[in-house]
């Protein structure tokens, strides 16, 4: 069988292709597809130097999984002609919502691969590390309520508002003039509230991203509500989670059912350090949990601190794990 990246030249493609290089699943070749910008180019993977093809002119049916890491736009005109002859894993937020296409977390409703079109999608980042965390308390003690805010590295933006945040921290440093291109605001020593465009009510596309994803993965139930930060981090989305339950909870089983969570380590020592910080999840495929409480002011509700690499966890690696069952099931 045969795997295809599409939009293999940008930071999740690339990531995905990291990823791959370390994986176990029996695949024969890696087709990479980008635009007509990097179509020529190559990249290396496992000692051959592979073209980028053009995605104007490649024939989907050279691989049985296509990975699509380019963004919506893209998704919209292209996956739906992919899917006629590929399964596509999809990291874009167009498809995320239609009721026909699983929203997958593996470790949190693998059973929604049971049934697609073809078209499987992943959700967003901020919302990925957030279930993982969610899911296990959730079968054991019923959530009511999320309240999140969350802290997103410039990665989850592109490669561009890296480079920007680089530039901005330079020329900030050098009292030179700050100019912002990718952001609202100043992002270097900063931070923006406002990720994505405005709805009627005043939340951005992204607070409503996690909102309704949360939903759909876990329970249509949960009530969800969410802050969204850009901070100036270059790789690493960190998370501030209130939880309210349907009922009173064991504390100690909250602590021992998140140090059991699939795909997450909690670090909690209750002293100077004893937390993780992006910069030391960067590269790294596990969520962390830290700074596990009860809320004082609510009986039923704790306080965690969640952290994930947000190109890992939050997209490539994700889509990867997906492939890997889709492999398993289909036995391709």
């Known amino acids: 069988m045969n795997f295809a990246i599409i939009g293999a030249s940008g930071n999740v493609g690339r990531k995905t292709i990291e990823i791959l290089e370390k994986s176990r699943i029996p695949f024969k070749k890696l087709y990479l597809v980008a635009s007509e910008k990097s179509a020529g180019k190559t ?3 496992r000692g051959e130097e592979i073209v980028i093809e053009n995605l104007e002119s490649y024939d989907f049916s050279k691989a049985q999984i296509t990975f699509f890491a380019a963004g919506s736009q893209i998704a ?3 996956v739906p002609k992919a899917a006629k ?11 995320r919502m239609q009721s026909d296409v699983p929203l997958v977390v593996p470790e949190v409703n693998i059973e929604a691969l049971n049934k697609h079109n073809n078209i499987i999608s992943n959700p967003n980042c901020s919302t990925m590390q957030m279930v993982l965390a969610l899911k296990p308390l959730h079968d054991e003690y019923k959530i009511n309520r999320v309240v999140v805010s969350t802290y997103q590295a410039v990665s989850g933006a592109g490669k561009a508002p890296m480079d920007e945040l680089f530039e901005q921290t330079k020329d900030y440093l050098e009292n030179k003039k700050i100019n912002s291109k990718n952001f609202t605001k100043q992002i270097a020593f900063n931070l923006i509230p406002h990720i994505d465009t405005f709805d009627k009510d005043g939340y951005t596309k992204e607070e409503l991203k996690m909102t309704n994803e949360t939903k759909k993965i876990l329970d249509n139930e949960i009530d969800v509500t969410a802050t969204c930060v850009r901070v100036p981090v270059r790789t690493g989305h960190s998370e501030s989670i209130n939880i309210e339950f349907d009922n009173l909870y064991d504390f100690e089983n909250v602590i021992k059912i998140l140090s059991n969570a699939p795909g997450c380590k909690v670090i909690d020592e209750r002293k100077d350090g004893g937390y993780i ?11 962390y949990i830290s700074r596990i409480r009860k809320d004082n002011s609510n009986v039923k509700a704790i306080n965690i601190w969640v952290v994930s690499d947000n190109l890992l966890k939050g997209a490539a ?12 099931k289909l036995k391709l």
Do not use: C, M, R
């Open 76 to 78: 919209k005109e292209w």
């Open 43 to 45: 990249i290396k993977f």
């Open 317 to 328: 690696l994700n889509t990867v794990q997906i492939a890997e069952h889709l492999v398993k």
């Open 277 to 287: 910080t992006p910069i030391e999840a960067e590269g790294d495929y596990t969520t």
């Open 85 to 95: 002859k590929t399964i596509v894993i999809d990291n874009s937020s167009y498809f």
